[in-house]
């Protein structure tokens, strides 16, 4: 977790287990219950913890769970336009994956190849993410990178600051 300094919050660095994680007890049981149910029981227990409503001071918040319980097939899921993503198991720790994620976060979809089906798109992130740190690197192809200048989410503009409107003039 990264705070902004003008942000209202209580100190948090007695709840941090290790450099950007806060381990929490959460008041479901894990089986039976689907992701949804065991992300809010999560964030719920961090707002608890630490006192205030997440986002709070951070922009994206990762949940880490040691295992699927409950209709399982995925690796990772994020939420669209929002700041939660989860991850299994050691799901979190593989860059492609992360960075697809937190492309839903920032609005962006999935890409479908030319077959039209999901996940096909090979020349992108949000197509096709790398299950490994050691198999090659991938990027956002040019369509998401042009969506996150431009289009809807504007987040490189809102962020960095570089984009200017007569940019693609």
Same mark, same amino acid.
């Given at each position: 977790?990264? =705070? ?8 948090? #660095? ?22 949804? #149910?065991?992300?809010?029981?999560? /964030?719920? =227990? ?6 205030? *409503? ?5 922009? !994206? ?20 336009? #929002? ?14 994956? *992360?960075? !697809?994620?937190?492309? !839903?976060?920032?609005?962006? =979809? !999935?890409? @479908? ?15 096709? =993410?790398?299950? @490994? ?13 042009? /969506?996150?200048?431009?289009?809807? #989410? ?14 693609y003039d």
């Open positions: 977790f990264s =705070a902004q300094t003008n942000y209202p919050v209580n100190d948090i #660095s007695q709840h941090v287990s290790a450099p950007g994680v806060i381990d929490v007890d959460m008041n479901i049981p894990l089986l039976g219950n689907n992701r949804l #149910s065991i992300t809010d029981a999560a /964030q719920y =227990a961090v707002e608890e913890k630490l006192g205030f *409503t997440l986002p709070g001071p951070f922009h !994206h918040v990762m949940f880490i769970f040691e295992q699927c319980y409950t209709d399982c097939g995925w690796g990772a899921f994020a939420y669209t336009n #929002s700041f939660v993503s989860g991850y299994i198991e050691d799901y979190w720790s593989f860059v492609g994956v *992360t960075m !697809h994620e937190l492309g !839903h976060n920032l609005n962006l =979809a !999935h890409s @479908s190849g030319l077959d039209g089906g999901t996940y096909s798109d090979l020349t992108c992130l949000m197509g096709s =993410a790398y299950y @490994s740190n050691s198999e090659g690197s991938m990027c956002y192809n040019p369509a998401k990178t042009f /969506q996150l200048a431009r289009g809807s #989410s504007g987040w490189y503009n809102e962020k960095n600051g570089w984009y200017s409107e007569n940019d």
